[in-house]
């Protein structure tokens, strides 16, 4: 987008500011839309590689879908008090005044880089420093600035341009005999499309030698360009339809796993229904050992197996434990034998149920790709109803959730539920809460490690002492053992945190 399109947005909106911000929507992963009372939405599309900033009619909708998206909501409060545009560059900068609360909400700064493959979207506090961006941007990719939280903001590297706001008719003069396109490279916020409307409204081409009787004309075409850059035109119906298809992906992509996961886990309780209906077979077989042995005993001996003629006149080879008894023995084979029976009668017991229950999750993943944004939207909702019912929902100072288990089964229930690159945290060694740091994959900053190992410590056994350790590791390194009761946990790879156990909210 260019910096004329761009300054007639701001242009726009400056007089009327300030407005209240009413929440942020998220079309996709990369748009965040701020309504404007009783002015519609802000939209600032910041990926590469074309950019957007626009004032878009009625209200978007869409959930936060990553990490960054979380934090623009829970950072980004109050009213839109300031909307500024560097020089005629395609960097905006927005200021949010903040939101008084049971938690105060602090006021911020959004950069807004609309410069093509490098777009970016970059939340900052009014000292400039970097709370947390949509893309990180190393000192090997760029060597002038590097951006990351933490980091001070640098802008672009300046530039000299000509500013057609202020442009006077003198300052042409050097451009005499010069084509035309080498005129439009000169001015500020001026890029390919603004270029070809400039040679349409003067009615010239690029190439055009420019003399001196050309410049009062252009000079007026310069002046109505930045008046009227272009007809202004809201977001087409294509792109708000794209919108709405990529939106109803995402809601549909962890539902679709969600069922996945269930069918799979129902298809190999299966195959183990059918091994051990398979394994009668071998029950069988253990039984006439057994009863080879009784009947034998007399003429088994003390080696690593035996050879006895069965009751069909068959020679049988039985394997013998050192040690034991023929009777002992045979003991140990009626043992065997029994539990491979009874597997199999609790397998048949359990397999048309287990088949009946797969064959209606089949249905519901078909279903499932039929289902419309709206009721993506509507089922989403009902399962984060439900999930939120479940143990504490707070907000690390990153915009990460975090989850709390207030009791063994809350425990149990929300470490299952966590994405496996989630971030588990544990006092180490005390009974206590099991706490999930919802990154996802993504790193999280030390303010956000220490809240989470805070409130592991506060609800737990340790609660108000100091220097209080802490253990966190990856969700997917943490595993509940065979037979252990709900909230009873082993994990590995964990580093270890030393906080004091006092609630990070007060």
Known sequence: MEGLLIHAVVRELV?????RGLGWAFPDEGTAALLLEGLGNLVLRYRPPHPILTLEPGRLEGLAKTPFQ?????RCKGRLVRLEQLKLDRVVFLQLEGEKGFVDTPPCRLVFELTGRNANLILCDLEGRILGLDRVVSSQVNRYRELRPGLPYVPPPPYQKLDPRSLRLEELEPFVGRPLAQLVKSLDGV????????SRRASLVPETPLSREHLPSIHRVIHSLVVQPAERTHLSAKLRAAWETEEAE???????????RQVRTLQARLEDYHKALERLEEAQRLRTWGDLLLAYAHRVGTGPSVRLEDFSGQVVEIPLEAGLSPVQNAQKYYQRARRLEANA??????IPSTEAELAALKAEQEALEGLSRAELLARQRRIREKASALGLRLRSPGGYEVWVG??????????RAAHSEDLWFHAQGIPGSHVILRTQGQSAALPDLLYAARLAAYYSKARGEKNVAVDYTLKKHVWR??????????????KTLFVDATSPEA
Do not use: C
């Open 345 to 350: 009668e609790k397998a048949l017991e359990r």
């Open 15 to 19: 007089p009327r500011l300030p407005r």
């Open 250 to 260: 995402a809601l549909r992509k962890p539902l679709r796993e969600a069922v996945e």
């Open 406 to 415: 207030r009791n063994s089964k809350e425990n149990d229930l929300l470490t």
């Open 70 to 74: 979380r934090m623009l909501e829970a």
């Open 191 to 198: 890029g390919k499309e603004l270029g070809a409307e400039l």
């Open 481 to 494: 053992p065979r037979k252990a009761a709900a909230g009873q946990v082993l994990y590995t790879q964990a």
